[in-house]
């Protein structure tokens, strides 16, 4: 039976290397990167279906060779960047979601940092809608990676801190998502979505320098607002205390055996 892996991240929260190594720990397998381009959403020039297609249309929808891709391979990853965990690229009743969370003050300067260098929307930090919808994006994804929140699917949350620099988190990880093999982060980088406003295409334990050194003072200002809501310094706190045990112990858990 084909398993299916719908992987929900925030845009600079290490989704792409955690998905790299994911395909690369499972060898009979697929990735769709950046299924659903939120760009097009926040622009107003495209909307959320009501309901989402069947596997079946969504698998028809494809080039002939990815259709082909998708019907030979034994496990599918497929990312969704900056939407809620409701949102899906097609229905199934495999479906198992990795939720990727990233400490939020790195997460938010470099979404800040990346402001500067790209005309991405989800970047718009000087769009209070825009920046109050990814706030609320990283509450949504903390709370229930943290177990402080119902999701109705199975889903097997990743803090990426953690999976950074924790190898025997990472082995936890693949135990638990039940990858063939345990494959290093590659550093390998996509440049899709505008790639790393901060590091030179490296993944290495620098990802978690503190990038609000690097925001000049209008920069700094905004992280300082986002970082001052009760709500996500706690949250940030429980992530932190989180990251730091699972780095000690290595845990990983899942809401069901995927």
């Known amino acids: 039976m084909q398993r ?10 290490g989704g792409h290397a955690v998905t790299n190594w994911l395909q690369e720990s499972e060898k009979d397998s697929v990735f769709f990167n950046n299924d659903i381009p939120v760009q097009p959403v926040l622009m107003g020039s495209a909307s959320l279906p009501d309901k989402p297609p069947s596997f079946e249309d969504w698998t028809r929808r494809k080039p002939p060779d990815a259709a082909r891709a998708i019907a030979r391979a034994g496990t599918l990853f497929v990312s969704v960047e900056d939407f809620g965990l409701d949102v899906s690229p097609f229905e199934h009743p495999a479906i198992v979601l990795i939720i990727i969370l990233r400490d939020p003050e790195n997460l938010f300067a470099s979404r800040i940092r990346k402001a500067s260098s790209t005309s991405l929307k989800a970047y718009d930090y000087h769009d209070p809608a ?13 709370r229930v990676v943290l177990g402080l929140a119902h999701c109705p699917l199975p889903h097997i949350g990743v803090f990426y801190d953690a999976w950074l620099i924790g190898e025997t988190y990472r082995e936890a990880l693949a135990k638990v998502l039940g990858l063939s ?8 980088m996509t440049s899709e979505g505008g790639g790393s ?15 609000s050194d690097l925001l000049d003072e209008q920069e700094s200002d905004v992280l300082r607002r986002i970082m001052s809501d009760p709500e996500m310094r706690e949250l940030s706190a429980q992530t932190a205390t989180a990251v730091t045990r699972l780095v000690s112990g290595g845990e990983a858990r899942s809401t069901r055996r995927p």
């Open 4 to 13: 299916i892996f719908l992987v929900s991240h925030l845009k600079r929260s």
């Open 130 to 142: 825009i920046l109050g919808r990814a706030v609320l994006l990283w509450k949504e994804h903390a």
């Open 181 to 188: 093999t345990l494959q290093r982060p590659s550093g390998q």
């Open 197 to 211: 406003s901060f590091a030179d295409r490296t993944v290495d334990a620098s990802s978690l320098r503190r990038r």
